[in-house]
């Protein structure tokens, strides 16, 4: 039997988050720049006698929750006649934290996809996968395209980004969770952002400026800072260590700091990493 496939799940950060309105379907109009990170988790794939999933750490609820479970039936049921009842094993190694914002699940999907088109020989293009997507999830897409990417609607309207300057980046997971859907009711009565479009404009011509990074914005960071007070702790530690930025991250809890120091970011990451379920020392990825 030859080896399995493997390859990697990018984490993601949003280095820029405005809730643009309320939608007819019940979702909010997003505008968010989406950046895939080096780090992330490891999946591989091989043919077998059913779907299945396994993993180096419990997952929790049952196992056809799973996204990456999810991914496998949906590429199944949509192209039943290609795949002809064949199945597929996942090893899922998890490196990302779940509920931090960092997009773990949505990029195991993505991944999930990309293998089982390749396992099961479908030959299926991109824009067949990316067809997928929003079935999983507003994130998957992205995982999907660009490492850098603009995204309006939910988050799966996207469009290609300049890439950003190199940044040493922490990543810093404090030890509470953030339900998203308590974070979106958080934002009710708050008048809806209109930086976007001054955003996107300025971040096509200064892409390459450290200092525009400064000026990064999470519309959920005020009153998810206002509430918990570990995520309010973590994010005064790492500003204390001299950052261009500090910024929550999704609707949290994941804060990142971005610096032009490794060094800086080495001291940072020691600093914080008594604070936190997770820390980690990373750098973008160029290259999905």
Same mark, same amino acid.
């Given at each position: 039997?030859?080896?399995?496939?493997?390859?990697?799940?990018?984490?993601?950060?949003?280095?820029?988050?405005?809730?643009?309105?309320?939608?007819?379907?019940?979702?909010?109009?997003?505008?968010?720049?989406?950046?895939?990170?080096?780090?992330?988790?490891?999946?591989?794939?091989?043919?077998?006698?059913?779907?299945?999933?396994?993993?180096?750490?419990?997952?929790?609820?049952?196992?056809?929750?799973?996204?990456?479970?999810?991914?496998?039936?949906?590429?199944?049921?949509?192209?039943?006649?290609?795949?002809?009842?064949?199945?597929?094993?996942?090893?899922?190694?998890?490196?990302?934290?779940?509920?931090?914002?960092?997009?773990?699940?949505?990029?195991?999907?993505?991944?999930?996809?990309?293998?089982?088109?390749?396992?099961?020989?479908?030959?299926?293009?991109?824009?067949?996968?990316?067809?997928? +997507?929003?079935?999983? /999830?507003?994130?998957?897409? &992205?995982?999907?395209?660009?490492?850098?990417? #603009? *995204? %309006?609607? !939910?988050?799966?309207?996207?469009?290609?980004?300049?890439?950003?300057?190199?940044?040493?980046?922490?990543?810093?997971?404090?030890?509470?969770?953030?339900?998203?859907?308590?974070?979106?009711?958080?934002?009710?009565?708050?008048?809806?952002?209109?930086?976007?479009?001054?955003?996107?404009?300025?971040?096509?011509?200064?892409?390459?400026?450290? +200092?525009?990074?400064? /000026?990064?914005?999470?519309? &959920?960071?005020?009153?998810?800072?206002?509430? #918990? *007070? %570990?995520? !309010?702790?973590?994010?005064?530690?790492?500003?204390?260590?001299?950052?261009?930025?500090?910024?929550?991250?999704?609707?949290?809890?994941?804060?990142?700091?971005?610096?032009?120091?490794?060094?800086?970011?080495?001291?940072?990451?020691?600093?914080?990493?008594?604070?936190?379920?997770?820390?980690?020392?990373?750098?973008?990825?160029?290259?999905?």
């Amino acid at each position: 039997m030859p080896s399995p496939t493997v390859l990697s799940c990018p984490a993601k950060l949003n280095l820029f988050l405005e809730i643009r309105g309320k939608r007819p379907d019940g979702y909010h109009e997003l505008g968010t720049l989406f950046q895939a990170l080096e780090f992330g988790d490891t999946l591989s794939a091989e043919p077998w006698d059913r779907i299945e999933v396994i993993c180096d750490r419990d997952i929790p609820g049952r196992p056809e929750d799973n996204l990456v479970y999810k991914a496998a039936v949906l590429v199944q049921t949509r192209y039943a006649e290609k795949v002809k009842g064949r199945g597929i094993r996942f090893s899922l190694t998890k490196r990302i934290p779940t509920g931090a914002g960092l997009g773990g699940g949505s990029s195991d999907a993505a991944t999930a996809l990309r293998l089982a088109n390749e396992i099961w020989n479908l030959k299926l293009t991109d824009s067949e996968l990316l067809s997928l +997507a929003p079935e999983l /999830g507003a994130d998957v897409a &992205f995982f999907l395209s660009t490492p850098t990417a #603009f *995204a %309006e609607g !939910r988050g799966d309207v996207l469009s290609p980004a300049p890439p950003p300057f190199p940044f040493h980046v922490v990543i810093a997971t404090p030890q509470c969770h953030v339900e998203t859907a308590w974070a979106y009711h958080e934002l009710q009565g708050k008048e809806f952002g209109s930086h976007w479009e001054n955003f996107k404009s300025g971040y096509a011509s200064k892409a390459a400026d450290p +200092a525009f990074y400064s /000026g990064l914005h999470n519309d &959920f960071e005020s009153p998810i800072l206002a509430h #918990f *007070a %570990e995520i !309010r702790e973590v994010h005064k530690v790492l500003n204390s260590c001299g950052p261009v930025k500090t910024l929550l991250t999704g609707s949290g809890a994941s804060l990142f700091a971005l610096f032009q120091e490794e060094q800086k970011a080495r001291n940072c990451l020691d600093t914080v990493a008594p604070l936190c379920r997770f820390s980690a020392l990373t750098h973008f990825n160029y290259s999905l």
